[in-house]
């Protein structure tokens, strides 16, 4: 019965994987210092940009791939990427009429109908989406309501030519472009992104999102985001990504950094669900993402969640440098793999300031013949006094082909820090399952109830609109792959 | 330009060579490829994920750049005071088994030899665990090996009393020291073993020692490891364990001094229905680094391990806990636990752990706990507030803290030089 089930899931197709005919305008395949120079030009980007690019790239060249996490993939060819691709520019879009209809459908299936975010514009809560589609930001929604608190929420290139000040200040400064071999890749090519500044005092009305999302074949997608919020700011972030069905591995190679000042706080939520690939493993997303905020002042606070149930390989640790005194860092995560699908995803949560705090809740699912790692680093650095860190990682078995792995580690040089880590495997019990069942709850029920129970502790911290997207994936993801 | 940093590894293979034990056991094909396996991938830094916090190549390059091998002669005037009252005592002196020091006593099922004494049957099981292409100091144990300790216990028996086996480096200037030891478990016997360490030279020891041990089917071993080496002693202890159907295998490592302590605890359970359980206490000060390192490879469905890790770590010195389960796809039903915790007594101490969790099968209960943190303000002042003062206060919590581990030495006169040196070292 229970296979029955769980082949049925298996032959479940990718249900978003479909293709948007818009012309691109293209770079050359490959990379070197020219195409750099073209995606510069084509951007019409300021001199110390090009700069900060070349720098990047020069670094890139002397680094090598990074091997030690617990995935194995056949290593992207940098040289057969189009690092560039861009829809026709259409200029000056007064309404979301003159919005490409072919677009506009894309986001329909997708069900983040820009015209139902128009109509809620009306009402209540509502989110501004500022939509990447293949690294150019189409369309910024809610851009006006926004600037009337001050509130800059615009594309990265938008903010390269209006806000230099704020871009060259804060650029690279949570993520280095020498951090990693995927960073500096990312610092040389990105094509586009979204640029967030919340100025002093403003609490954001309403919740910013972006919805990533990959179209053209062979494009890789490097995006950048860079959230910055000033003294006694608050903003919470949404960052959903959803892409076609293409049968070579695409790679996407973002950077997001978050900068938060005194008494600042952001919250960043994500749900992944790119293209996992078919049954077999073949194809699907490489998914290498650098994802860091920093406390840069006092009292300050950054939250990371995520929902990962997409991509074939996840390489992603979004972290929270505390170096304000009294900061704090939370992380929360579902990561959900199935069929040949491999995540290596954790946190690294680095204590510079005093009294600073954190927090680490991941959870992992592991389906099929995947494999789900959680690895994450603790640091309490010296001086950093009265530090605390709870951490918990627990893992869920389906099956006997999947694998389920946790690599913490933890490093104290504070004798007044307190820092606890556990973390459990298991698979749903049987006696859970007899529990619901025997309450007239049918198998298949029982999983998700027990499945979105395990889960609650991290859905719970997504955002209304978020969290109901969350439970829908995850019972798309996991229906009946357990017995 | 760069100067090329001394190759460390080369300057000790030099210098090792240049008087190297004979010994007949060790085929030369074995150390020739564990030497070339050395010369390959050179003594591990900290750029080595399984050494990231203890990083031999720089302390070997500081303290061990010129070897003497001047080793002491030891009488058994020097091994008295080492030795257990209720114990059948064998003695290891630098690397080679010293028959005359140990005591003789014909127990029923016990044979005890040197590795140089082995038949060519016996032979064959030597290095089948401490494999020399897996490790950088098992290949440099088996390039220089002296002649060590084989232990075996036929089949059946049950030894009435401990066994301790005493391993003692004693030189007057730098020496490198590799032991190696044996320990044969047949089906069904059962045997409490005491390992000992000790430095009593005047000069530094690196010493690097490897043990092979391989429980039969229903058997029992329980281990106890004592170390207590001094400060002038870096020491390596790599243990490769074996254990099979119904076996029960168990150890519990004190350490309680010397300057670099690495232990290597590597429990394979081969076979179905087995136990491990790994214990470990330590406490550290002045500039000592204590890292216990452990694997516990589950092969097969329903078997169960535990391991309890605790630590204190003063002044400025750093304390390592990394342990790993590794679950394999046919080991459903695995229950295994993982412990660690530890107390920060300075702001100059480091503690890292990296407990990790590597499971293939789904079936399974796997947990692992570690906490790190000071000792707890409220405890203390309830006892201050009931008038004990605030030092003694913290010995009676750390001694509490400890005394779960403490509590597991079965032997007395054992538990007694424990806690005598523990509370010394508070």
């Known amino acids: ?483 | 330009m760069i100067e090329t940093k001394s190759n460390i590894t080369q300057t000790l293979l030099d210098q090792l060579q240049e008087n190297a034990p004979k010994v007949d056991f060790m085929p030369d094909t074995e150390i020739i490829s564990a030497i070339r396996y050395l010369e390959e991938k050179g003594i591990p830094n900290n750029k080595h994920e399984d050494y990231k916090y203890c990083n031999l190549e720089a302390v070997l390059r500081k303290e061990f750049k010129s070897v003497e091998q001047s080793f002491n002669e030891l009488t058994n005037a020097d091994i008295a005071p080492l030795k257990l009252d209720e114990a059948i005592n064998l003695v290891v002196v630098n690397g080679n088994y010293n028959e005359a020091l140990s005591e003789k006593m014909i127990v029923k099922g016990l044979t005890v030899k040197s590795l140089n004494e082995l038949s060519a049957s016996e032979k064959i099981l030597l290095s089948s665990q401490a494999k020399s292409d897996t490790d950088a100091l098992i290949a440099l144990n088996a390039a220089f090996t002296g002649n060590g300790l084989f232990l075996k216990i036929e089949t059946g028996n049950i030894i009435p009393m401990p066994l301790h086996v005493i391993y003692v480096n004693s030189g007057s200037s730098n020496i490198v020291s590799n032991t190696r030891s044996f320990i044969h478990i047949g089906a069904s016997a059962d045997v409490t073993l005491v390992e000992s360490f000790f430095n009593i030279g005047t000069g530094k020891v690196f010493s690097n020692f490897v043990s092979e041990k391989f429980v039969g089917e229903n058997a029992k071993l329980t281990c106890h490891t004592f170390q207590n080496e001094g400060a002038l002693s870096y020491s390596v202890n790599t243990n490769q364990v074996k254990i099979n159907k119904y076996s029960n295998y168990s150890n519990t490592t004190m350490t309680l001094s010397g300057e670099l302590v690495r232990n290597n605890h590597n429990v394979v359970l081969a076979d179905s229905n087995c136990e491990a359980h790994l214990n470990g206490l330590f406490i550290s000060n002045g500039t000592q680094q204590i890292d216990n390192h452990t694997l516990i490879d589950h092969q097969m469905p329903h078997c169960e391990s535990n391991e309890l890790y605790k630590g204190i770590a003063k002044d400025k010195s750093i304390g390592t806990f990394n342990g790993k389960i590794f679950v394999r796809k046919d080991a459903q039903k695995t229950n295994a636990y993982q412990s660690s915790k530890n107390i920060l007594m300075s702001d100059d101490a480091i503690i890292n752990t990296k407990p990790q969790l590597e499971i293939y099968a789904d079936d399974v209960k796997c947990s692992h706990g570690t906490s790190t943190g000071k000792i707890d303000t409220e405890a203390l002042f309830y006892l201050k507030a009931r008038g004990i003062g605030e030092e003694s206060a913290r010995k009676l919590l750390l001694q509490a803290f400890a005394q779960e581990l403490i509590d597991k030495i079965e032997i007395p006169s054992l538990q007694e030089r424990v806690l005598h040196l523990f509370e010394k070292a508070l």
């Not at chain 1, 910013?208 to 903003?235: C, H, K, M, P, W």
């Not at chain 1, 893992?395 to 307190?418: N, Q, R, V, W």
Request: hydrophobic share 35%; charged share 25%; with cysteine.
């Open chain 1, 1 to 483: 019965m229970a296979n029955e089930i769980l082949e049925e899931h298996i032959q479940n197709e990718y249900k978003w994987g479909f293709t948007t005919n818009i012309d691109t305008d293209e770079a050359p395949k490959g990379l070197n210092e020219d195409i750099i120079r073209f995606i510069s030009a084509k951007k019409n980007e300021p001199e110390w940009m090009l700069e900060f690019r070349l720098k990047a790239f020069r670094n890139w060249q002397n680094m090598i791939e990074p091997t030690w996490a617990h995935v194995s993939y056949k290593k992207p060819d940098f040289q057969d990427i189009i690092y560039y691709s861009a829809p026709k520019p259409k200029k000056e879009l007064a309404s979301l009429d003159e919005v490409d209809p072919e677009l506009l459908k894309t986001f329909e299936k997708l069900g983040i109908s820009l015209e139902e975010q128009k109509r809620l514009s009306g009402v209540q809560s509502n989110i501004a989406v500022d939509i990447v589609f293949d690294s150019v930001s189409v369309k910024t929604t809610f851009k006006e309501t926004l600037a009337e608190k001050g509130i800059i929420f615009c594309s990265f290139s938008e903010a390269v030519q209006d806000h230099p000040e704020l871009v060259k200040k804060y650029m690279g400064m949570a993520v280095p472009p020498t951090d990693n071999f995927y960073a500096a890749l990312n610092s040389a090519v990105f094509t586009d992104g979204s640029f967030c500044y919340i100025p002093k005092g403003v609490r954001s009305p309403m919740e910013l999102s972006t919805y990533f999302r990959i179209n053209a074949s062979g494009t890789g997608q490097f995006e950048r985001t860079l959230i910055i919020a000033d003294e006694d700011s608050y903003v919470s972030y949404l960052e959903g990504c959803t892409a076609p069905q293409r049968d070579e591995n695409q790679l996407h190679a973002a950077v997001v950094e978050i900068i938060t000042h005194k008494n600042a706080e952001v919250k960043y939520s994500t749900v992944q669900n790119w293209y996992p690939g078919d049954k077999d493993g073949k194809g699907g997303i490489f998914n290498f993402v650098t994802k860091r905020g920093i406390c840069l002042e006092d009292n300050s606070k950054i939250s990371w969640t995520q929902v990962e149930t997409g991509s074939a390989v996840t390489w992603k640790y979004p972290s929270v440098i505390l170096k304000g005194n009294n900061s704090v860092g939370e992380f929360y995560s579902v990561a959900v793999t199935n069929n040949y699908q491999q995540a290596d995803t954790g946190t690294k949560m680095i204590h510079i300031g005093k009294n600073t705090r954190s927090t680490i809740i991941s959870k992992g699912i592991s389906a099929g013949f995947s494999n789900n790692s959680y690895r994450g680093l603790v640091q309490i650095k010296k001086g950093a006094s009265n530090a605390r860190n709870f951490s918990q990682c627990d893992s869920l078995l389906m099956g006997d082909k999947c694998g389920a792995h946790t690599f913490p580690y933890i490093e104290i040089k504070d004798k007044s820090a307190i820092v606890e880590h556990e973390a459990t495997t298991s698979k749903i019990g049987e006696d859970q399952l007899f529990y619901c069942k025997q309450r007239g709850i049918d198998n298949e029920k029982a999983i998700g109830l027990i499945v979105n129970g395990y889960c609650k502790e991290v859905l719970n911290k997504l955002p209304m609109e978020f969290a109901v997207e969350a439970q829908k994936l995850l019972a798309i993801s996991l229906e009946g792959s357990v017995g």
